[in-house]
């Protein structure tokens, strides 16, 4: 009895060691980025329009009347009704002004109404026109301007392909350099899911009519994660 004890005992020292001595795989993780320089196709505005008044009524119809001014200039310049949407719409009460001395309560003295338009150009020559076009017809909030890509999906793949070149690329230099032989692709994970940025600084240029833009370059960005094996 004692004997087959020692025996299993045995056995399974035997296989517990084989298992220690497995090798473990080894393998290189690099990261790799893509990036590619391109001048946008499009421009996206936010503008508005304020207006006060004593009454809501009145506020709220100047308004308005000067954004449904602004939306008709807009279409007759070609801008069209899938571009243009309303982002919000408020009405506000305007407060009198109280110290600590003034022992009557505040009171509304007013309102404000206000309504803001996002607006997409997608023809760039036509944008410093307008702008003026709607800072005449009544637009008295401009709450900014970013440039953009109509169709980024094939300068996205560009850079998706160059950030898996250079994670390929720095795997084999480190591979080189510590003498071992590169293996097969273990796997490939994109981080982020890649973006589109303006450039830090935009040369500034006058369009061919109206306010003065700097469309300058876009900057698409893909990052990629890539595991390789080691050949033995």
Do not use: Y
């Not at 506020?59 to 009347?65: I, K």
């Not at 305007?94 to 009557?104: A, F, G, H, K, Y």
């Not at 999906?153 to 350099?177: H, T």
């Not at 303006?198 to 500034?204: G, L, Q, T, V």
Request: aromatic share 4%.
């Amino acid at each position: 009895m004692f004997h087959r004890i020692l025996t299993a005992v045995l056995f399974c020292s035997l296989l517990s060691g084989t298992a220690w001595a497995e090798p473990v795989e080894r393998r290189i993780t690099v990261a790799g980025e893509g990036r590619i320089e391109a001048a946008p196709d499009m421009a996206t505005i936010t503008l508005g329009v304020t207006h006060e008044a004593k009454e809501a009524r009145d506020a709220m119809q100047a308004t308005s009347e000067a954004v449904a001014k602004v939306l008709e200039r807009l279409a007759a310049m070609g801008i069209a009704p899938r571009d243009l949407q309303t982002r919000q719409l408020s009405l506000n009460p305007l407060w009198s002004d109280s110290s600590v001395s003034d022992r009557d309560r505040r009171r509304i003295t007013g309102f404000v109404a206000s309504n803001t338009v996002i607006v997409r150009v997608r023809d760039l020559a036509a944008l410093g026109g307008v702008l003026d076009a709607v800072i005449e017809d009544g637009a008295n909030d401009f709450n900014g301007l970013r440039f953009g890509l109509q169709d980024p999906a094939p300068l996205m793949d560009e850079a998706r392909q160059r950030a898996v070149s250079d994670a390929m690329d720095r795997a084999k230099l480190l591979a080189g350099a510590a003498g071992v032989t590169l293996g097969p692709v273990l796997s490939i994970d994109e981080h982020g899911g890649g973006s589109v940025a303006p450039m830090a600084e935009m040369a500034m240029r006058m369009s061919a009519a109206g306010a003065p833009v700097a469309a300058g370059e876009l900057t698409i960005t893909a990052n990629v994660a890539m595991v390789f094996a080691i050949a033995e």
